[in-house]
């Protein structure tokens, strides 16, 4: 049975920072690339960073480039996600994804397995 289990959400004001971490278990992490999204109230979905399953390959969402790095450890089945100088726009329900594919999507339709997200609010 896979899981996946965000943590290190919370309040945070703006141009703070925070470290997300998704622990995954039940597959075989490194054959993963993984995905982190985000859903605000009354918004859709929409893709923030992957990881490729070796960490060799990245990309991130033009809204938060050069201010969120995903990041891996597959020796801990452990996707990161750092976020630096945090917006309020940023304020959401973050989510990571599997996806058994070499390289990464951007279309959370293509992720095969979800966590049960954790919030994180940024304050003025």
């Known amino acids: 049975q896979v899981q996946l289990v965000e943590s290190g959400g919370g309040l945070v004001q703006a141009g703070g920072s925070l470290r997300l971490s998704c622990a995954a278990s039940?597959?075989?992490?490194?054959?993963?690339?993984m995905g982190w999204f985000r859903q605000a109230p009354g918004k859709e979905r929409e893709f923030v960073s992957a990881?490729?399953?070796?960490?060799?390959?990245?990309v991130h969402a033009d809204s938060v480039k050069g201010r969120f790095t995903i990041s891996r450890d597959n020796a801990k089945s452990t996707v990161y996600l750092q976020m630096n100088s945090l917006k309020l726009e940023d304020t959401a329900v973050y989510y990571c994804?599997?996806?058994?594919?070499?390289?990464?999507?951007?279309?959370?339709?293509?992720?095969?397995?979800w966590g049960q997200g954790t919030q994180v609010t940024v304050s003025s």
């Open positions: 990881i490729a399953g070796n960490g060799g390959w990245t």
């Open positions: 039940g597959l075989t992490f490194s054959s993963y690339s």
């Open positions: 994804a599997a996806d058994r594919t070499l390289f990464p999507h951007t279309n959370g339709d293509r992720y095969d397995y």
